[in-house]
């Protein structure tokens, strides 16, 4: 089992920036997809922007691309958000996930990182 730990997340204004992180510890593969998905105040959780573990290929919801960077430190073990031109409908509980391979669905999770854009 692997341990996901998000951190970086706080109150930014709108047009701010922040930079999310994601620790993983515990048992870990090289062949992985890390991800980062959020759940704002009554809504589902929603997919925000995906990486293979070698930062080769990365894909975006369609509302925050050319805002959001995702990227990784495999020797670190660590998975990065970065947000840029924040805007208030970013408000949300972000979490970082994980998946083995070609799996479908994202086996492991991390606690959540709140994040809150104030307008």
């Known amino acids: 089992q692997v341990k996901l730990v998000e951190s970086g997340g706080g109150l930014v204004q709108a047009g701010g920036s922040l930079r999310l992180s994601c620790a993983a510890s515990?048992?870990?593969?090289?062949?992985?997809?890390m991800g980062w998905f959020r759940q704002a105040p009554g809504k589902d959780r929603e997919f925000v922007a995906g990486?293979?573990?070698?930062?080769?290929?990365?894909r975006y919801a369609e509302s925050v691309k050319g805002r959001f960077a995702i990227s990784s430190d495999d020797a670190k073990n660590t998975v990065y958000l970065q947000m840029n031109d924040l805007k208030p409908e970013d408000t949300g509980v972000y979490y970082c996930?994980?998946?083995?391979?070609?799996?479908?669905?994202?086996?492991?999770w991390g606690q959540g990182t709140q994040v809150t854009v104030s307008s």
């Open positions: 996930a994980r998946k083995i391979g070609p799996a479908v669905d994202w086996g492991s």
């Open positions: 515990g048992r870990t593969f090289s062949y992985v997809s």
């Open positions: 990486v293979t573990w070698g930062g080769k290929h990365t």
